[in-house]
């Protein structure tokens, strides 16, 4: 499929960094990024009610954008959501799940850390995946909160606080001399990966899911039918408008943007981006 229309969710900015992968493997995509800020962060919440929350938003969203793929790109979500939301669209969804299968791969010493946030760390599913294809590997999982507001805050222009990062790390600490691969399994983290490198001995290899996301997702257009030339649109919306999502603004508008809305809400428009309308 030419020019296809992605539709990509995240509680915040996280799914960024899938979409910049996207933008990297599908040069001629198009991008409806949803920051469902009214629910940040999702890593806290209970699972039904993320669960009615997504089945709820979903319909509206995919009316507003008409995407031709959906990008669930939060392992929160996706590691609960990704069967119902399938049950009620015809629409092709991927979801973002730990990289637990490639981090066993890549392992040489048969130990991983696993970095999600605390609603990642308990669900089955990840469980699932660890039992599927980290069976022989022994596996430390750390769940932090702390860092998805870290990466926020660097998204707001503000400085990375390093005993932050130490603090969310220090689960590891025992583990380090066989730790050799860390993932990344939340979408906000690739954004702290300096940050998180600086505070790991050098032999630990961190690893996420984006690469993998585009892939798919490129092989997935390949299957669908070729349809007819649409309108590129490039849009960031927010499910709310604060104070907080203002400051997010500079920030999001090196991605190729067009203008950021406010959901049922007022339009910040990015003149400097061309087509912006
Ligand atoms: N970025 C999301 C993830 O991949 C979670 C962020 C949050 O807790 O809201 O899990």
């Known amino acids: ?11 915040g900015i996280g799914g960024l960094s899938i979409l910049q992968e996207i933008q990297h493997q599908i040069p001629g995509a198009s991008a409806c990024y949803v920051a469902d800020n009214a ?5 806290t919440q209970e699972e039904s009610n993320l669960v009615a929350r997504l089945l709820t938003l979903m319909p509206l969203l995919q009316r507003i954008t008409q995407p031709d793929i959906i ?4 392992n929160t979500a996706s590691t609960i959501v990704l069967d119902p939301l399938r049950a009620q669209t015809r629409t092709p969804i991927i979801g973002v799940v730990p990289a637990i299968k490639p981090a066993a791969q890549l392992s ?9 946030t605390p609603g990642t760390i308990q669900r089955q599913y990840t469980q699932r995946l660890i039992q599927d294809f980290a069976s022989d ?3 430390i999982k750390v769940g932090s909160s702390e860092l998805v507001e870290e990466a926020e805050r ?3 222009g503000l400085p990375v606080r390093p005993e932050y990062i130490r603090n969310a790390l220090a689960p590891l600490a025992a583990h380090l001399t066989q730790i050799d691969v860390l993932v990344l399994g939340c979408t906000h983290f690739p954004f702290l990966k300096e940050d998180i490198s600086a505070q790991l001995p050098s032999t630990v290899k961190m690893i996420d899911s984006g690469n ?3 892939r798919r997702a490129a092989q997935l257009l390949e299957e669908m039918p070729l349809s007819s030339q649409k309108t590129a649109q490039n849009l960031f919306f927010f499910t709310e408008d604060t104070p907080g999502s203002h400051i997010l ?9 067009d203008k950021v809305q406010f959901i049922g809400q007022n339009t910040i428009e990015f003149p400097q981006n061309p087509g912006a309308s």
């Open 108 to 116: 040489r010493n048969q130990h991983i850390a696993l970095l999600a």
């Open 1 to 11: 499929m030419l020019n296809p229309n992605f539709l990509i969710i995240d509680s």
């Open 39 to 43: 629910a940040f962060p999702y890593g």
């Open 212 to 214: 993998a996301i585009a």
């Open 71 to 74: 990008i669930i790109a939060c």
């Open 154 to 156: 660097k998204f707001r």
């Open 249 to 257: 603004v500079p920030g999001i508008s090196h991605f190729g943007f």
């Open 137 to 139: 590997c022994t596996v």
